[in-house]
């Protein structure tokens, strides 16, 4: 069985950090792409960062650019994002999900975490 199970989300004021974690179990980790999105109430869910495990290959979205890390621990299953300098416009339910295809295509991510919330206050 795929899971994909999101943990580290929480209320931080803005500037803070926060650092998510995606634990994978149930698919050949080193085949696919993993990428984070997020989905604020009321907006459409945006992807923020792709990682392919295979290679290193990453992606950031234009808002997470110079901000955010994503890494891969292959031997844990385990792709984090690392969030600094959080903004209110941060605030989300953050989903982990994988695909065996290129990582930038953001419509074939086929396996989904339950997601975890974000907050940043002002």
């Known amino acids: 069985e795929v899971q994909l199970v999101e943990s580290g989300g929480g209320v931080v004021q803005a500037g803070g950090s926060l650092r998510l974690s995606c634990a994978t179990s149930?698919?050949?980790?080193?085949?696919?792409?993993i990428g984070w999105f997020r989905q604020a109430p009321g907006k459409e869910r945006e992807v923020v960062s792709c990682?392919?495990?295979?290679?290193?290959?990453?992606y950031y979205s234009d808002s997470a650019l110079d901000r955010f890390t994503i890494s891969s621990d292959n031997a844990k299953k385990t792709v984090y994002l690392q969030m600094n300098s959080l903004k209110p416009e941060d605030t989300a339910v953050y989903y982990c999900a994988a695909t065996p295809g290129p990582l930038g295509v953001f419509n074939h991510y086929n396996y989904w975490g339950q997601g975890t919330q974000v907050t940043v206050s002002s």
């Open positions: 990682i392919s495990t295979n290679d290193g290959t990453t």
């Open positions: 149930g698919f050949t980790f080193d085949d696919y792409a």
